[in-house]
């Protein structure tokens, strides 16, 4: 096997199943949490990638599955031996119409919320990718490379 | 998360610990609107000393408590937020509006 298949070969992945509840994002976030620590991430690219996932999977409950707790969010995270997490969070829910609309910061569909959960995801992770059909659901791709360890200058 | 609100004379102190996510955030609400309506407050300050974890949901959450005391003529203040939530509330734009002090004591100074 020559080195570039070795990169692309999975180390570890988890595939997470939850309802549409908002009590479960916090389960999602530290089961997300444990999971990367198999990886040589710092705590903070850590609470990074935990905020990342939970702006995603807070927006598939509350504007995909209009807070509808009986619907499903679905999570794989695989974890790369190459050296990076991707996190897939997945709804079948209202979809997004204008995607390009939706990503700007500070748009949101509903009073009182920020709208700044995909720059958030943005600029916290290295790629962001979001695939969504209206009436079919929304997912979204995070991925975050483990940064390799900067040497000391003596 | 936990939560405590305490009356300081006419300053109101909301001692919040843990994560303020999409579901604290309804219940951060609830009870600091509940005191607001209650008590009326001339300041409010959120001391975010042992919150380790927030997004934007709990940023906007706060926003909204801010927007509730400039209604009525109320000013707010954060203490104490750690470097990583600190972070995600700078990048939030938040410190244009609220006033973001490394302590109390810092607080207190600032506002004399
Ligand atoms: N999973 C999703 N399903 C449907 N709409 C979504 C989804 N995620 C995001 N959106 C839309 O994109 C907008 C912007 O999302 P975001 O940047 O997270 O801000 P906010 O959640 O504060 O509205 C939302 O207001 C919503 O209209
Ligand atoms: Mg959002």
């Known amino acids: 096997m020559n080195v570039n ?3 692309f070969r999975v180390k570890n992945q988890i595939r997470l199943t939850i309802q549409s509840r908002a009590e479960n994002v916090a389960f999602v976030r530290a089961c997300t949490a444990a999971f990367a620590s198999q990886m040589d991430y710092t705590l903070e690219e850590i609470d990074e990638i935990r905020l990342a996932v939970s702006e995603a999977v807070s927006n598939s409950i509350i504007h995909g599955y209009k807070n509808d707790p009986y619907s499903q969010v ?3 995270i695989t974890l790369w031996e190459n050296g990076g997490i991707e996190i897939v969070v997945e709804d079948h829910g209202c979809g997004i119409a204008d995607l390009k609309q939706a990503m700007e910061p ?3 569909t509903e009073p009182g919320r920020m709208g700044l959960g995909f720059a958030f995801m943005q600029s916290f992770m290295d790629q962001v990718e979001v695939k ?3 009436g079919q659901g929304t997912t979204v791709i995070l991925k975050r490379k483990v940064r390799q360890p900067v040497e000391s200058k003596n | 998360m936990q939560l405590e609100v305490k009356p300081k ?3 109101v102190f909301v001692y ?4 303020i996510d999409l579901q604290e955030t309804e219940r951060l609400r609830q009870e600091v609107d509940r005191y607001i309506d209650h008590h009326g407050m001339d300041h409010l300050v959120f001391d975010l000393t042992q919150v380790n974890f927030i997004d934007s949901s709990g940023v906007g959450g706060i926003i909204g408590r801010y927007r509730k005391m400039k209604d009525i003529g109320g000013k ?3 203490v104490g937020a750690k470097p990583t939530v600190e972070k995600v509330l700078i990048f939030s734009g938040i410190q244009k509006i609220i006033p973001l002090y490394q302590t109390e004591k810092d607080r207190i100074k600032a506002e004399k």
């Open chain 1, 5 to 7: 298949e070795k990169d």
């Open chain 1, 74 to 76: 679905e999570l794989y």
């Open chain 1, 106 to 108: 500070t748009f949101s």
């Open chain 1, 132 to 134: 969504s059909r209206v």
């Open chain 2, 9 to 11: 004379g006419h300053t």
């Open chain 2, 16 to 19: 919040i610990k843990g994560e």
């Open chain 2, 76 to 78: 707010m203040s954060i």
